[in-house]
């Protein structure tokens, strides 16, 4: 069982429509919760980040995260066309050997067509 | 404020030659995290730095190396290169140490071995 997984896609959604990209984990440690963005031949940019049960909203993005059933999602409302890109979904257990290591799924690709 | 900064931005090297990438974090980060990016692998985690000594360390083997100033810039050093070595070479810095703290990532260093 990958530590991170992630549907690799593509998703595919219109214009304006909400994407939906969901994220498991496996380390019931875990305490940190990232997602970044990638665009192709591009570094990975970070775009939320969620430490507690529940959602946090930022603009047109939502994280969501549930600790007891080890998900976090992402909801991307009012898709735009700029929003298609690899999303990653990255997690950190805190604290002693986890110093500074995210450990990252594979990603999941967004495509939004007009 | 200036984002993290990798140089070179490309590079060609031959097997069995050695290479070293720099990696300049945002000003005032003293975390550096280094990551290897491969389609096929995704990210994985090199190691992690913080105050000039080593606190992590992913599952490589000892060819790679780095190291820490301090003025927080930081070298990683691939030895003996080999052809699977090509990849994208991420360095992310964070205010604090712990992992558990928002990683900003440079734009990389696209190493290609032949």
């Known amino acids: 069982q990958k530590e991170v997984e992630q549907n690799s896609g593509p998703l595919s959604v219109p214009e304006g429509a909400i994407a939906s990209l969901n994220c498991t984990y496996s380390d019931r440690g875990s305490q940190s919760f990232f997602w970044y963005r990638q665009y192709s031949g591009k570094s990975p940019e970070l775009i939320m980040f969620i430490y507690s049960n529940g959602d946090k909203e930022d603009g047109r993005f939502t994280a969501q995260l549930n600790k007891a059933s080890q998900y976090v999602s992402l909801l991307i409302r009012d898709s735009q066309p700029s929003d298609s890109a690899t999303y990653l979904c990255a997690v950190n257990r805190a604290g002693g050997t986890s110093y500074g290591k995210l450990t990252f799924g594979q990603g999941t690709i967004l495509t939004v067509h007009p | 404020k200036a984002g993290v900064t990798q140089t070179p931005r490309y590079l060609i090297k031959t097997r069995g030659q050695q290479v070293t990438l720099s990696c300049s974090p945002i000003s005032g980060h003293r975390s550096v995290s280094w990551y290897q990016q491969t389609p096929g692998q995704g990210l994985q985690f090199l190691f992690e730095y913080f105050s000039e000594t080593q606190r992590n360390k992913g599952n490589f083997p000892g060819r790679f190396s780095g190291r820490q100033f301090s003025n927080s810039r930081s070298e990683m050093n691939v030895s003996t290169l080999e052809l699977g070595d090509s990849a994208l070479y991420l360095c992310?810095?964070?205010?604090?140490?712990?992992?558990?703290?928002?990683?900003?990532f440079g734009p990389g260093t696209r190493l290609t071995v032949l």
């Open positions: 992310a810095s964070s205010f604090l140490a712990g992992g558990g703290n928002e990683q900003f």
